[in-house]
Every structure is written in C-alpha cells, then in structure tokens.
C-alpha cells in the first residue's frame, strides 16, 4: 500500500495563478482531510470530505474549493493564490469519520510570491 | 469550541532523560484526546488516543499520555528519552460542533522537543 499519496510534493506560484492539489488514498477509506501548516499555527482545516459525495468548509476554507472525485482522490483547488496561502498542504484520510486515527500524506510546499 | 493548548513551543531533553510534553485541553462533553508526531518534511503521525477508561494510554515508541480530568491536561510522556524522539509533536481534541456533527480534529499548535546526546 501506498497509503496517503500527495502531487506535487513543491510548487512555486505567482499571484493570481490557480493551481490543483492532488491526493489518493488507497487503503478504502471513507473519510479525507485537507489542512494546511504554517508556523506556530499547527494544522488548519480547511475542507474535508466525510463520505464520497459530501465536502463540508473546515476552520480556513477562503480562497480554496475541492472535489471529491471518487472514493480515493481527494483535490485541493487555489483559483486565485494569494502570498497568504504560502505553507505546507497536507492531505489525511481515516477509515470512517469516528476513527480518530488520520493518515497523513508527505505533504506539498506551496510558495506564492 | 473545543480547543487545546499546548503552552511549551520547545522542549529540550537529554538522552536517557524522562520527557513530558505538556498539553491542556477546553472541551464540552466528554474528551477524545490524541498525541501525533512529525518527523521533519513528513506528515503527521499518529502516536495514542484517549477515548474512555484508564487514565494512563499506550501509544507507539514507548510514549504514553496521562489523562487528568480535574486538571484539563493530556501530557505526553516517555521514561528515557531517545535522540530519535527529536520532533514535532501535536496534542489534538476531538471536534463534533459543525452543523453536521461529523467528526473533526483540531490540532494543537505544536511542541518542538529536542533529545540531547
């Protein structure tokens, strides 16, 4: 198993780009997660998906939008990016919504100037 | 909201040492708590959970956390440091309150511990 794959893992963008964050998940989980990481902030949420077919806004949801494409992939769109949204972008994914136990992806490195 | 605190941005250890890595939590209800660690450039992983029973959990790589109702603290613990254990380390607290109910996790902001050879 691959586990929770993320692409890709760098990206240099200007102001006003968009650009897609791509995740899969291959151990058929139901429940994924997108956060993002900044410096003495710890994880935000910014949108998750509890079952295929449903996303719901997290903590910081502004400037992002996602698909839920299938059971296993899980996108993370920017349409606009801002220098606020530099930081590192990590995808998680749980076997149903109650299990607590998050498996993380390696993350992407997100750098707007 | 359910929130915790993590009041220590560093920690540093010597080699063989205890470690504690200290976190508070504010919930409404009963807590679910967790401990994840991130070794650097990769994502989180998780380390134990607190759900119900034994104020005292088991998790990977010998840590353990300490359950404290009366005083809203999840501490993370180790009895003999290791080098390796050097990492970011988050508390984190179960989240219901959104319109759906689903459940949630937020994280704490994180505790940088060092292990001193």
């Known amino acids: 198993n691959a586990g929770v794959t993320q692409t890709p893992k760098f990206q240099v963008l200007k102001t006003g780009q968009s650009m897609t964050l791509q995740c899969a998940q291959d151990m058929n989980h139901n429940s994924m997660y997108w956060y993002r990481q900044d410096p003495g902030m710890g994880l935000r949420l910014i949108y998750y998906s509890a079952s295929e077919g449903t996303t719901d806004k997290g903590e910081v949801p502004n400037g992002y939008n996602v698909s839920r494409l299938n059971k296993r992939e899980f996108s993370l769109r920017l349409e606009s990016a801002a220098p606020s949204q530099t930081s590192v972008y990590f995808c998680?994914?749980?076997?149903?919504?109650?299990?607590?136990?998050?498996?993380f992806g390696p993350g992407t490195r997100l750098t707007v100037t | 909201a359910q929130s915790v605190a993590q009041p220590e941005d560093q920690v540093n250890v010597a080699e063989g040492n205890p470690l504690t890595v200290k976190c508070t939590y504010s919930v409404s209800g009963n807590p679910y708590l967790f401990w994840y660690v991130q070794y650097p450039n990769r994502g989180l992983q998780f380390l134990l959970k607190y759900i119900t029973g034994d104020n005292l959990v088991k998790g990977s790589y010998g840590f353990e956390a300490e359950f404290n109702k009366s005083q809203t603290s999840f501490h993370l613990k180790k009895p003999s440091a290791l080098v390796s254990d050097s990492a970011l380390y988050f508390c984190a607290v179960r989240d219901k309150s959104g319109k759906n109910r689903d459940d949630k996790i937020i994280f704490g902001k994180g505790t940088r511990l060092h292990i001193l050879p």
């Open positions: 998680a994914s749980t076997p149903w919504s109650g299990s607590y136990e998050q498996y």
